[in-house]
T-cell receptor, first 114, second 113 residues
Framework: AQSVTQLGSHVSVSEGALVLLRCNYS??????LFWYVQYPNQGLQLLLK??????LVKGINGFEAEFKKSETSFHLTKPSAHMSDAAEYFC????????????FGTGTRLTIIP | EPEVTQTPSHQVTQMGQEVILRCVPI?????FYWYRQILGQKVEFLVS????????KSEIFDDQFSVERPDGSNFTLKIRSTKLEDSAMYFC???????????FGQGTRLTVV
């Protein structure tokens, strides 16, 4: 079985400050890990993914995440927050190999303070 | 850029009625999924579909639910007799062969009254 825990249902940061959204996973098999973003009234857009290549993964909009097996973590970071980053962020896990269902975390709502 | 299209964007139905949610996946995708998100809750897997068969389904996907790909392009989710608790946003997703990224549609918001 697989699961994801996102710490902090709401995170607020000032514009220009570091964004850190936490995700810890549990998986009995090698995982793939994903971060998706959901803007209001829109679908899910992939930010970045870990698929057992490089442990530091860079995604769109300046976001990156690092897979740390020893900590079972896949935290999402961005050095400098922008107002347009305000959205809901979901961490997800699947079995490695591709074409597998995603198991999502409960999400973190990111608010940017001007 | 190709995208996954879902229709309608919003559907209101009376309890006990049948609804069909429609999805047009990206043309070269082979693996298809339905997920749902009850308001304020996390996105949950419902079912995966490959080669015209269900490959996996969750405990949510009971006998009231069915999926099909009738014409090689549309991918539908049918709920036979809707309940109030079926009210949610339903997302369709697709992947190519050996894909490592699911592409999601914009979702259909289903409201059961």
């Amino acid at each position: 079985a697989q699961s994801v825990t996102q710490l902090g249902s709401h995170v607020s940061v000032s514009e220009g400050a570091l964004v850190l959204l936490r995700c810890n996973y549990s998986s009995s098999v090698p995982p793939y890990l994903f971060w998706y973003v959901q803007y209001p009234n829109q679908g899910l857009q992939l930010l970045l993914k870990y698929t057992s290549a490089a442990t530091l993964v860079k995604g769109i909009n300046g976001f990156e995440a690092e897979f740390k097996k020893s900590e079972t973590s896949f935290h999402l970071t961005k050095p400098s927050a922008h107002m347009s980053d305000a959205a809901e962020y979901f961490c997800a896990v699947s079995r490695a190999g591709g074409n597998e269902k995603l198991t999502f975390g409960t999400g973190t709502r990111l608010t940017i303070i001007p | 850029e190709p995208e996954v299209t879902q229709t309608p964007s919003h559907q209101v139905t009376q309890m006990g009625q049948e609804v069909i949610l429609r999805c047009v996946p990206i043309s070269n995708h082979l693996y298809f999924y339905w997920y749902r998100q009850i308001l304020g809750q996390k996105v949950e897997f419902l079912v995966s579909f490959y080669n015209n068969e269900i490959s996996e389904k969750s405990e949510i996907f009971d006998d009231q639910f069915s999926v099909e790909r009738p014409d090689g392009s549309n991918f539908t989710l049918k709920i036979r007799s809707t309940k109030l608790e079926d009210s949610a946003m339903y997302f369709c997703a697709g992947e190519g062969a050996k894909g490592t990224e699911a592409f999601f549609g914009q979702g259909t918001r289903l409201t059961v009254v």
